[in-house]
C-alpha cells in the first residue's frame, strides 16, 4: 500500500491518508470544501460547496496519478437530501460524460459542519 499526500488538496484533518493506492486501486479519503491553500470552507451553499470537493478529489486524484475518469464509485454525504439536485448538477458537471456508480446518503454532521462530502475509488494508473 502506498499513502498519497499533496498540496494541492486539504490535508487530512485527521489520523488518515488523502488517499491511498492499494490493490490496483486508488481509494481517496472524503472531502469537503476545505480550501487547500487557507484551511477555511469555501461556499455557502451546497453547490458552492460541491464545486470545491470536486476540484479537491480531483488534486488527490492527480496526486495518485489518475484522474475523474478512473473513479469506479463516489459515495454522496449530504447535510440534507433537499440539496440532491444542486449538487448532482455539479458532480454531473465535474464528471463529464463519464458515469462511475454511486450511492448518495444524508448524514446528520459532517466535518467542520460542511453541507456536502464526497469519497471515491479510482483505477490506480
Do not use: W
Amino acid at each position: 500500500m502506498k499513502p498519497i499526500a499533496t498540496n494541492h488538496a486539504p490535508a487530512a484533518i485527521g489520523p488518515y491518508s488523502q488517499a491511498m493506492i492499494a490493490g490496483g486501486f486508488v481509494f481517496c479519503s472524503g472531502q469537503i470544501a476545505l480550501d487547500p491553500a487557507t484551511g477555511q470552507m469555501v461556499g455557502e451553499t451546497a453547490a458552492d460547496q460541491a464545486t470545491q470537493v470536486m476540484k479537491n478529489l480531483a488534486a488527490v486524484l492527480k496526486g495518485s496519478g489518475c484522474g475523474l475518469n478512473d473513479v469506479a464509485k463516489t459515495t454522496i454525504f449530504l447535510k440534507s437530501m433537499n440539496d440532491f439536485a444542486a449538487v448532482n448538477e455539479v458532480y454531473a458537471k465535474a464528471f463529464g460524460n463519464h458515469r462511475p456508480a454511486r450511492a448518495t446518503v444524508e448524514a446528520a454532521r459532517l466535518p467542520k459542519d460542511a453541507l456536502v462530502e464526497i469519497d471515491c475509488v479510482a483505477l490506480a494508473r
